[in-house]
C-alpha cells in the first residue's frame, strides 16, 4: 500500500528537521498499532534519525515494556495524559533517543462510558514529558490516521528554527 500522500509529506518534513538539528526521535504506540513508525519509515533516508518503536498495545506492555507504573495505569488508565507522557518517556530512555512521542486512545468503534471511541492522547518527551489530548470523530481507521497526524503536527514546530530577534 503506498503512503498517505499528507502523512508522507508531514514524515518527510519531521524528518528533514530532525536532520538538521541532529536529533533522533523514537515512537511508543498502542491504538495506531505501528502507523506512527511506518510513516517515518516510509522516508528514505529515515535510518538518519528514526531509531524505532514499541507498539504496546496492553497494559502489561506499558508496564513492562515502557517502564508505565501499574499505579498510573490503575488510578488515571492507558488512555490518559499521565500514560501518553510517561510512555513517551519510556521510549525515548529505552532507545536513547532525544525525542520520544506517544500515542494512545481508543480507536473505536467500542468504547467506555468515561473514555468515548476516538479519544486520543499524544505524548512527547522532547525534553521533557507532556501530552496533549485529542476527540476524534470518525470510525477506527479515520481516528488512527488522524493520531498519526496529529502526533507529526505536534512534533514539526517542536524542530522549527527559533526566529531570530534584532
Not at 488510578?75 to 520520544?100: H, N
Not at 512521542?101 to 514529558?129: D, R
Request: net charge neutral.
Amino acid at each position: 500500500m503506498p503512503p498517505d500522500p499528507e502523512i508522507f509529506a508531514l514524515a518527510k518534513l519531521v524528518g528533514e528537521r530532525l536532520v538538521k538539528r541532529r536529533k533522533s526521535i523514537a515512537v511508543a504506540e498502542s491504538c495506531t498499532g505501528g502507523m506512527l513508525g511506518a510513516a517515518f519509515t516510509d522516508v528514505p533516508g529515515s535510518s538518519a534519525y528514526f531509531l524505532g518503536g514499541i507498539i504496546a498495545y496492553s497494559n502489561a506492555s506499558k508496564l513492562e515494556m515502557l517502564g508505565v507504573s501499574e499505579a498510573m495505569l490503575t488510578t488515571e488508565g492507558a488512555v490518559s495524559a499521565m500514560t501518553a507522557a510517561a510512555m513517551a518517556e519510556g521510549v525515548k530512555r529505552i532507545f536513547r533517543a532525544d525525542i520520544g512521542i506517544s500515542i494512545t486512545g481508543v480507536a473505536g468503534p467500542s468504547a467506555e462510558e468515561q473514555k468515548p471511541a476516538g479519544l486520543t492522547f499524544i505524548g512527547l518527551a522532547n525534553p521533557i514529558p507532556r501530552s496533549a489530548r485529542y476527540q476524534w470523530t470518525g470510525d477506527r481507521w479515520a481516528n488512527r490516521r488522524q493520531s498519526v497526524l496529529a502526533a507529526l503536527q505536534l512534533l514539526a514546530p517542536e524542530l522549527e528554527e527559533p526566529v531570530e530577534v534584532h
